[in-house]
Antibody
Framework: EVQLSESGGGLAQPGGSLRLSCAAS????????MSWVRQAPGKGLEWVSTLSGSGSTTYYGDSVKGRVTISRDNSKNTVYLQMNSLRVEDTAVYYCAKVREVATIHPFDNWGQGTLVTVSS | DIQMTQSPSTLSASVGDRVTITCRAS??????LAWYQQKPGRAPKILIY???TLESGVPSRFSGSGSGTEFTLTISSLQPDDFATYYC????????FGQGTKVEIK
């Protein structure tokens, strides 16, 4: 059974940083791209970033480009999202998600439970 | 960037009703479209991918159709467990979600 578990959320000040982690199990982690998707309170889903299985190719949404970095450690079955220069509008639940197929650009078939990031002074 | 527009934003329906949600892409995306269901406080769940392929374990009352720029999600007979918010997602060029359609009890 695929399991994804996010951690690292919490309260951060505007301009601050946070690093989110997502521990994965139940599948061959290094084979699949992994993504982050966020959802602001009461709002819809917004794709944030995706990283290929090898870690060689990254994709970022326009609203976070230049401020976040996605990375992975395939030896630890973990994907990370380093978030810098945080803004109030980054406040959201951040979900980690597995891409459905081996090729990178596919939908997301498994999701974690989410971790809440609150940016406030 | 590809924009995805869903309609309606909210839909009121009764158990047993046939429900249809529409999703339009701002440019051609072939059939690279998925549908998700999300309940309050829960992570989204994939229902359909490649516009019309049902994900394993998803009830057959859910179906998807369309290609190019216009797509639909249909629930043939709405069940109590189906009251939720539904999102379309294009994955032709990166990923973009629609704004969501909330299906509520009439």
């Amino acid at each position: 059974e695929v399991q994804l578990s996010e951690s690292g959320g919490g309260l951060a000040q505007p301009g601050g940083s946070l690093r989110l982690s997502c521990a994965a199990s139940g599948f061959t982690f290094s084979t699949y791209a992994m993504s982050w998707v966020r959802q602001a309170p009461g709002k819809g889903l917004e794709w944030v970033s995706t990283l290929s299985g090898s870690g060689s190719t990254t994709y970022y949404g326009d609203s976070v480009k230049g401020r976040v970095t996605i990375s992975r450690d395939n030896s630890k079955n973990t994907v990370y999202l380093q978030m810098n220069s945080l803004r109030v509008e980054d406040t959201a639940v951040y979900y980690c998600a597995k891409v459905r197929e081996v090729a990178t650009i596919h939908p997301f078939d498994n999701w974690g439970q989410g971790t809440l990031v609150t940016v406030s002074s | 960037d590809i924009q995805m527009t869903q309609s309606p934003s909210t839909l009121s329906a009764s158990v047993g009703d046939r429900v249809t949600i529409t999703c339009r892409a701002s440019q051609y995306i072939s059939n690279w479209l998925a549908w998700y269901q999300q309940k309050p406080g829960r992570a989204p769940k994939i229902l359909i991918y490649k516009a019309s392929t049902l994900e394993s374990g998803v009830p057959s009352r859910f179906s998807g159709s369309g290609s190019g720029t216009e797509f639909t999600l249909t629930i043939s007979s709405l069940q109590p467990d189906d009251f939720a918010t539904y999102y379309c997602q294009q994955y032709n060029t990166y990923w973009t979600f629609g704004q969501g359609t909330k299906v509520e009890i009439k």
